[in-house]
């Protein structure tokens, strides 16, 4: 599976992948709300591997893409980036529950600019598309779970057209403190 939008590439993560997502999971800036420490190098490449299995799964419902600054965006905007890792954005369907639980993780340089947004309506997008064509169980709700704590995520949440359904202020411990759980969610028939 892969995906463009108008500035970005989503694609499969590939085992070239690893020193960019160790760039990205080690800074404790972007680990401060993920449920693991920062990562080690041999973390990253246990992450990777288990991203690509995940691809392999049938019916495929873990579904995780690199993301990078498309090819025309670099042109526009004078970036040296051709095809540069900048994050990652992952998506859990619920068969069951019907649902869609996404997330979202990008380098601290390339926040500020609508990525983390347009990467996860690009993710949305390519997935409806794959559940149509029978590649992904079909969900019709999206869900954003996050820390309180992180207003990025709580904005990126509100700015897409989700509403919040639930917060707990201990919902679990986590790297030895108690942390809440905000639950926001959408219908797939919302416009951004």
Known sequence: MHTQSTRLTLREFT????PALYELESIPEVARYQTWPPRTQADAERAVRDIID???ATPRVVVEQAVSI???ETQRTTRSSDGTFIGRVGGIIDPAARTLEVWFSFMPSARGRG??????EALVGMLREA?????VPPFDRLVIECDPRNGRSIK???RMGFVLQSCTEKAFECKGEWVGSMVYSRGLDVAT
């Not at 559940?131 to 590649?135: E, H, T």
């Open 131 to 135: 559940a149509r064509d029978g590649d």
């Open 115 to 120: 990525y983390a947004t347009e990467a996860t």
């Open 54 to 56: 995940d691809a392999k």
């Open 156 to 158: 990126l949440a509100e």
């Open 15 to 18: 085992l070239a992948d690893i």
């Open 70 to 72: 498309a090819p025309q």
